[in-house]
């Protein structure tokens, strides 16, 4: 990198990083540090949302999904909005009602302190295994720029990402990534841009080949359930897999409690879901530029193809700014993972245990401590991933694991809001069967069912086998 690319990374970083930090001032408890005081505006969180569930692999790795192959990843999309107004709909109102702190403190109220922390601890291990894939993905264009080995890149983008998620907590994690957000389309719209000067005919060539080619395709009207990218997986998959992400998992669900009233959550949740398609559309056209500019030549893994482009074939400065995109992207992600699991930890597994339910400045202290302890743990895990993982595309890793357990978590609300019968104990059977089996057909029969439809098998059994062994009866929360 020349110097010019170096004083935009660099700006960025040191900037970002000290803004962050003081967005935190004037913290006094818990409710400060993960909930912003309940008072961030709904765009804001529109934003911080679509950055955290998209992040490096939006950056990465879906412009190598159309380089391979075509636009039926959209698909998903559709999916993914009619998801979030379900969500709205159903699962927002209650969060609302009881002034909660966690998602699954909802659950403590109908089934009792063990089922939260039976489905608290599924979330956090969901989400050290998922997004240590997502810190990995990053690690692989700073290693690129500056030829460190991968362990010393997500070292540095883990320490970087720490500071400011420690000191500023959960409104910093959110305006950061409103920020980041932008940045990293901004980042994308360039690189689109460079392609309509680097490519003979511009764009319109680049149309024009990908038509011939047939990677225009959007829509795949197939019936198997063992293709990823179909109508039917996309509409249905895609639904049942926003429901799990954004109705169950505690990442998403922090962010949407920080809204001023259920009417703000509303928008920035349906909000979300619009931006989106409109930003998944925009990194598979990349993919389709960067296919014609290099030919469609193969390489050593699809998620190397647009960083290697930013490295090699950018103008001085813009490669600085899409570097800083990528960076942004990881950040974003990682900065949201840490507080969310902060949170979670803190409010569910801690704060019941040291009767300190009621201790704001206690645990803001404690709330403290476990960001530090997830921002490690979550560094080992990319690391651990370096060693196992080289290869994949990391988008489809991610969203695979996470839809491992998004069933048996959006089971369980579902047993809790319409059930009666359903107790306890046969919740967290109902949730060992189904994370059971779906896992099981991932290990062993992915060909003949792909992971889209994981969540939607996943919460359908954990609710069946759920309301079958129930013994009815309602489970008064424990204090």
Same mark, same amino acid.
């Given at each position: 990198?020349?110097?010019?690319?170096?004083?935009?990374?660099?700006?960025?970083?040191?900037?970002?990083?000290?803004?962050?930090?003081?967005?935190?001032?004037? #913290?006094?408890?818990?409710?400060?540090?993960?909930?912003?005081?309940?008072? =961030?505006?709904?765009?804001?969180?529109?934003?911080?949302?679509?950055?955290?569930?998209?992040?490096?692999?939006?950056?990465?790795?879906?412009?190598? $999904?159309?380089?391979?192959?075509?636009?039926?990843?959209?698909?998903?999309?559709?999916?993914?909005?009619?998801?979030?107004?379900?969500? /709205?709909?159903?699962?927002?109102?209650?969060?609302?009602?009881?002034? &909660?702190?966690?998602?699954?403190? =909802?659950?403590?109220?109908?089934?009792?302190? %063990?089922?939260?922390?039976?489905?608290?601890? $599924?979330?956090? +291990?969901?989400?050290?295994?998922?997004?240590?894939?997502?810190?990995?993905?990053?690690? *692989?264009? &700073?290693?690129?720029?500056?030829?460190?080995?991968?362990?010393?890149?997500?070292?540095?983008?883990?320490?970087?990402?720490?500071?400011?998620?420690?000191?500023?907590?959960?409104?910093?994690?959110?305006?950061?990534?409103?920020?980041?957000?932008?940045?990293?389309?901004?980042?994308?719209?360039?690189? /689109?841009?460079?392609?309509?000067?680097?490519?003979?005919?511009?764009?319109?060539?680049?149309?024009?080949?990908?038509?011939?080619?047939?990677?225009?395709?959007?829509?795949? =009207?197939?019936?198997?359930? +063992?293709?990823?990218?179909?109508?039917?997986?996309?509409?249905?998959?895609?639904?049942?897999?926003?429901?799990?992400?954004?109705?169950?998992? #505690?990442? *998403?669900? #922090?962010?949407?409690?920080?809204?001023?009233?259920?009417?703000?959550?509303?928008?920035?949740?349906?909000?979300? +879901?619009?931006?989106?398609?409109? #930003?998944?559309?925009?990194?598979?056209?990349?993919?389709? !530029?960067?296919?014609?500019?290099?030919?469609?030549?193969?390489?050593?893994?699809?998620?190397?193809?647009?960083?290697?482009?930013?490295?090699?074939?950018?103008?001085?400065?813009?490669?600085?700014?899409?570097?800083? %995109?990528?960076?942004?992207?990881?950040?974003?992600?990682?900065?949201?993972? *840490?507080?969310?699991?902060?949170?979670?930890?803190?409010?569910?597994?801690?704060?019941?245990?040291?009767?300190?339910?009621?201790?704001?400045?206690?645990?803001?202290?404690?709330?403290? =401590?476990?960001?530090?302890?997830?921002?490690?743990?979550?560094?080992?895990?990319?690391?651990?991933?370096?060693?196992?993982?080289?290869?994949?595309?990391?988008?489809?890793?991610?969203?695979?694991?996470?839809?491992?357990?998004?069933?048996?978590?959006?089971?369980?609300?579902?047993?809790?809001?319409?059930?009666?019968?359903?107790?306890?104990?046969?919740?967290?059977?109902?949730?060992?069967?189904? *994370?059971?089996?779906?896992?099981?057909?991932?290990?062993?029969?992915?060909?003949?069912?792909?992971?889209?439809?994981?969540?939607?098998? %996943?919460?359908?059994?954990?609710?069946?086998?759920?309301? /079958?062994?129930?013994? !009815?009866?309602?489970?008064?929360?424990?204090?």
């Amino acid at each position: 990198m020349n110097a010019l690319d170096l004083a935009v990374l660099l700006a960025y970083l040191l900037g970002v990083t000290a803004w962050g930090a003081w967005l935190g001032r004037g #913290q006094t408890g818990g409710r400060d540090y993960f909930l912003g005081s309940r008072n =961030l505006p709904w765009w804001a969180v529109m934003l911080s949302v679509v950055a955290t569930e998209t992040s490096t692999l939006t950056f990465l790795s879906i412009p190598g $999904v159309s380089y391979l192959g075509t636009l039926t990843f959209l698909q998903l999309t559709l999916g993914y909005l009619v998801g979030r107004v379900v969500v /709205a709909g159903v699962l927002l109102p209650a969060y609302h009602r009881g002034e &909660l702190a966690t998602a699954y403190e =909802l659950l403590e109220s109908r089934f009792g302190t %063990g089922t939260r922390r039976l489905t608290s601890t $599924v979330f956090m +291990g969901t989400r050290l295994l998922a997004d240590s894939v997502r810190l990995f993905a990053t690690a *692989i264009p &700073l290693a690129f720029l500056t030829g460190w080995s991968y362990p010393v890149s997500v070292a540095v983008i883990g320490a970087l990402t720490v500071v400011y998620t420690y000191f500023g907590g959960i409104k910093a994690v959110v305006w950061v990534d409103a920020v980041q957000m932008v940045l990293y389309l901004v980042g994308a719209v360039a690189a /689109a841009a460079a392609l309509q000067g680097l490519v003979p005919g511009g764009w319109g060539a680049i149309v024009d080949q990908a038509a011939a080619a047939g990677k225009l395709q959007v829509v795949d =009207l197939s019936f198997d359930p +063992g293709t990823a990218y179909t109508l039917w997986a996309g509409i249905v998959g895609g639904a049942f897999l926003s429901m799990g992400s954004h109705g169950a998992d #505690q990442l *998403i669900v #922090q962010r949407l409690l920080t809204c001023r009233d259920l009417s703000s959550s509303r928008r920035a949740l349906v909000g979300s +879901g619009v931006l989106v398609m409109v #930003q998944f559309a925009v990194f598979l056209f990349v993919g389709l !530029g960067l296919w014609a500019f290099y030919g469609g030549r193969p390489f050593d893994a699809s998620d190397e193809i647009f960083a290697r482009f930013i490295v090699e074939e950018l103008p001085a400065g813009l490669t600085g700014l899409l570097v800083a %995109g990528v960076l942004a992207a990881a950040m974003s992600s990682l900065s949201s993972s *840490i507080n969310a699991l902060a949170s979670a930890t803190a409010y569910d597994l801690w704060a019941p245990l040291a009767d300190a339910r009621d201790d704001d400045a206690r645990i803001l202290r404690v709330g403290r =401590l476990f960001t530090l302890l997830w921002a490690a743990l979550l560094v080992g895990g990319a690391l651990i991933f370096l060693r196992i993982g080289e290869g994949a595309a990391a988008v489809e890793v991610a969203l695979g694991v996470a839809s491992l357990v998004y069933g048996g978590l959006l089971g369980a609300f579902a047993l809790g809001i319409f059930s009666r019968r359903a107790d306890a104990r046969s919740v967290a059977v109902g949730m060992l069967v189904g *994370i059971g089996v779906v896992t099981w057909i991932w290990a062993a029969h992915r060909a003949v069912l792909a992971w889209p439809w994981y969540v939607l098998v %996943g919460s359908v059994l954990t609710s069946v086998v759920g309301y /079958a062994l129930g013994r !009815g009866g309602r489970t008064a929360p424990t204090r």
